[in-house]
């Protein structure tokens, strides 16, 4: 069979928007489509120039064979990916059918073709990895505080005291207000049980069986019994209902045919001067006899818990974590932790091991230093960060708790309402419910990490995106008082009058320029 090649479609090179465009030069884009169209906004948002320089500074730029894609075509297709929560296959579908999408991506006119074939997104995700993604993220971060500083300057009151650092600092340095929690982010694999995990892994020795047994170098064939095993699988595993007793008797009988195909490798390889796996080949080598272990202690100590116990043959990395939630008890995937600052959403730590987020709060403490220069004024936490440690801790560096204080409670304990940590849990149910978060469908580690940062930079683009319209209105109100001041300016009678007023117009002409 001929193999398919895949198509590769030319993509636009690389040009600042910065860039300075003489009149009557202008991009098609820019003269036909609609300005308050929600790609159109994203694309003046986001500072192109700094994190394509990141990028570029990751993965490096190669001076030989063909010339690499667009950073902003690579970093924009994940935006679009995510921001859209759809499959690899529908994101370059969409691109290539949307003509406001391509105008986000950098293209100067609408082209049918795709901008890489589908395959590439993996190869993309390995690449950026979990580092780069946050990077990236706290760049675009910086954006808010830069439409934020011309409303903290028109806030502050005659004597030059900033409204926000009221009676809670005491007259530190500490400033804002953080939000912490923890959330797991569930892959997707099928629920795993012990009968269906050694069933498969059955599966996968018989067919290494197959590709290592050659004429040449082994007498006959080792037996592996597969209808047999099938069928003792099948006579279980259909049941609706299935007692403890079966459970077991059906694990036992999985395992001795498992431990069979297991040994049967070994006298075949045996034979080889070299190993003659290939890689995912060895991977699964090695998986199926860690499972084997596993659940052979498992089966003799009748116990159902084990270190690192694999729950998926493809997935090795992903683990257990207990929640004790209604829904899910126990959720498989990697657990995070995230800050809220202002509605923006920091991704602090990504595990895949179950971790106690309430001994790790000093760290995400100094994290939020790293970023702004101080500590901040107010943390609000769950119980679980509430110990006594952290409680000496923030007291030290001057940062108020609000939680429920210890010991019993009094008429005169200031409480906090359930509704101040609605922002975090919010930020949760629309990266779970709208990006995909309750499902990440990457299969590798390293993949699926970028995948979880991506969501992460998505829900920053889209609250900066409604900052947007407010910021719009305030640049209009710079460019009417501009105005009026030029009119005040020309139809003064005194020299200097009017020069005076001209200052002042070019200085709220530079300030709306900047705020732009």
Known sequence: MKKQRKSRALSPNYASPNQLVLSGFENPFDQQLDPGNRWVVLSHLIPWDEICNLYLKHVGVSSTGRPGLSPRVVLGSLMIKHLCNLDDRETVSQISEN????????????????????????????????????????????????????????????????????????????KGRIIFDATACPQDIAYPTDLNLLNEAREISENLIDQLYTHLLHDKKPRSYRKVARKRYLKTAQKKKKSKKEIRNSVRIQLGYLKRNINSIHRLLDAYPNLPLKKKDRKYLYVIQTLFDQQLYMYKSRTHT????????????????????????????????????????????????????????????????????????????????????????????????????????????????????????????QAKTGYGLNRIKARLRQTSESWIACIFLVLNLVKLAGMALPCLIQNLWFSFSALLLEIIANKSDGRNNSYRNREIADANRIKYELVC
Not at 111 to 128: G, M, Q, Y
Not at 149 to 156: A, T
Not at 332 to 349: N, P, Q
């Open 99 to 174: 003509i406001y999408m391509q105008y986000f991506l950098g293209y100067c006119s609408f082209t049918h073709e795709a901008p890489f074939d589908a395959s590439l997104f993996v190869d993309l995700r390995k690449r950026l990895g979990l580092d780069t993604i946050n990077a990236i993220n706290e760049r675009i971060v910086q954006l808010k505080t830069g439409m934020e500083f011309v409303k903290k300057e028109s806030d502050k009151d005659d004597s030059g005291i900033d409204p926000d650092e009221d009676s809670l600092s005491g007259g530190s340095a500490n």
């Open 306 to 429: 084990v270190e690192d116990r694999i729950v998926s043959i493809h997935q090795p990395h992903v683990c257990p974590i207990v929640r004790g939630k209604s829904q899910a008890k126990v959720e498989f995937g990697s657990k995070i932790h995230v800050s809220i600052i202002d509605g923006i959403s920091f991704l602090d730590e990504l595990s895949w091991d179950a971790f106690n987020e309430g001994s790790h709060m000093e760290h995400y403490v100094e994290k939020y230093r790293e970023r702004f220069g101080c500590y901040p004024r107010e943390v609000l936490a769950d119980q679980i960060y509430c110990s006594r440690p952290n409680r000496v801790m923030l007291k030290e560096k001057g940062i108020k708790l609000l939680a429920k204080p210890l010991g019993r409670p009094s008429p005169m304990s200031i409480h906090v309402s359930p509704g101040e940590r609605n922002p975090i849990e919010g930020k949760f149910g």
